[in-house]
């Protein structure tokens, strides 16, 4: 048993540490429209074209998105720390921790980063680091 780690696609990490660290993003969506389209599936130079001619509105994670993540890891035998984006700028935090209340709360955490970006990604990438290195849930 270990402990994963789950974030939103608010989080920026270098390419390749998502799958190195084993790091489950639940993407944002954004609208164009009546265009939905999941964060980080569309090329940056698609995105930028389109957002000339209309800018996207975005849309948090859902709660469903988090408990099915967190049912997936517990299913495995793994511990669960989710952080999210800063609550100051999304309801992504608050998705997660109603989703997290379905489980026992010593097997699943969420923390608000109080961050977005590289800052929320140097905070997920040092938890993956020492769940990776078999620190416990209270210790990650």
């Not at 049912?71 to 992504?92: F, K, N, R």
């Not at 989703?99 to 990604?121: C, H, K, M, N, Y």
Request: aromatic share 8%.
């Amino acid at each position: 048993m270990g402990v994963r780690i789950i974030t939103d696609t608010g989080c920026d990490l270098p390419p390749g540490q998502e799958d190195a660290l084993d790091i489950i993003a639940i993407p944002f969506f954004f609208h164009f429209g009546m265009e939905t389209h999941r964060d980080k599936q569309m090329p940056m130079a698609a995105f930028l074209a389109k957002a000339r001619e209309e800018w996207p509105k975005t849309a948090a994670p859902s709660s469903e998105e988090f408990a099915e993540a967190f049912q997936t890891c517990l299913d495995a035998g793994d511990d669960v720390l989710c952080l999210t984006i800063t609550s100051q700028h999304s309801a992504t935090y608050n998705a997660a921790v109603l989703a997290s209340q379905e489980f026992p709360a010593e097997r699943v955490a969420v923390l608000d980063t109080q961050s977005l970006s590289i800052g929320q990604g140097v905070l997920v990438e040092a938890a993956a680091q020492a769940a990776q290195q078999g620190a416990s849930l209270a210790e990650v």
